[in-house]
């Protein structure tokens, strides 16, 4: 308007949109993860505030524990960032936060709603499993599967002789690179005669992941 006559003005003719300064777009409520996967975390923001903060949180925001920090700030107005989902996360509140690494407090957004994240159980154990004989002072072999064998660094293997209420530990195996693991276990001839024996591979890298013989 005129600042002498205010009644000399005009107006936009139509509507326009002033964005936030930052706004997280994926994953932003409702999505399923899955632990040993990459998903893109992916934010619009204006190119005026510098490098970012990523979080997670698995309590709807009570708590919050750095992806990255200082993320390098690239051009244009949309940003993507490939998070590897660690395997020991399990949540259905999660949320995910982009935050303004110079001013966190006042620019930042996160996901609209909580989302849910599963532990990829990706260890099948095959032999053993249930039905065999094994002798004392022989060797078989220990056999299982890995459905994402970079996930996992190596296993522990571990024997019960009473159906799973306890577990003695054999030994740890690196991960060979392929989807089939082995490993010849001689029987130790200090365990006594049972029908309840099961052999258990754990993940070294996430302990919460496991297979037990059938």
Excluded: H, M
């Amino acid at each position: 308007s005129n600042s002498v006559d205010i009644t000399i003005f005009d107006i936009s003719d139509a509507s326009f949109t002033i964005a936030p300064s930052v706004l997280v777009v994926t994953p932003n409520g409702g999505e399923t993860l899955t632990g040993c996967s990459t998903y893109n975390i992916t934010w619009n923001k204006t190119t005026c505030i510098g490098n970012w903060n990523i979080e997670y949180s698995l309590n709807n925001g009570a708590s919050w524990t750095t992806i990255v920090s200082n993320l390098a700030n690239t051009a244009p107005n949309s940003q993507t960032y490939a998070w590897y989902v660690p395997n020991n996360l399990t949540t259905t509140q999660g949320l995910i936060r982009v935050s303004s690494y110079s001013s966190p407090g006042t620019y930042w957004d996160q996901s609209n709603a909580v989302f849910s994240i599963n532990p990829n159980n990706n260890i099948v154990l095959t032999t053993p499993n249930g039905g065999n004989t094994f002798q004392t002072c022989q060797a078989y072999p220990i056999t299982w599967n890995n459905l994402a064998s970079p996930c996992n660094a190596g296993y522990n293997l571990y024997y019960s002789v009473n159906n799973g209420s306890t577990y003695t530990y054999i030994t740890t195996v690196t991960d060979n690179g392929l989807a089939s693991q082995t490993y010849s276990w001689t029987v130790p001839n200090t365990i006594a005669t049972t029908t309840q024996a099961l052999i258990k591979v754990e993940s070294s890298t996430w302990t919460t992941v496991s297979d037990v013989s059938n």
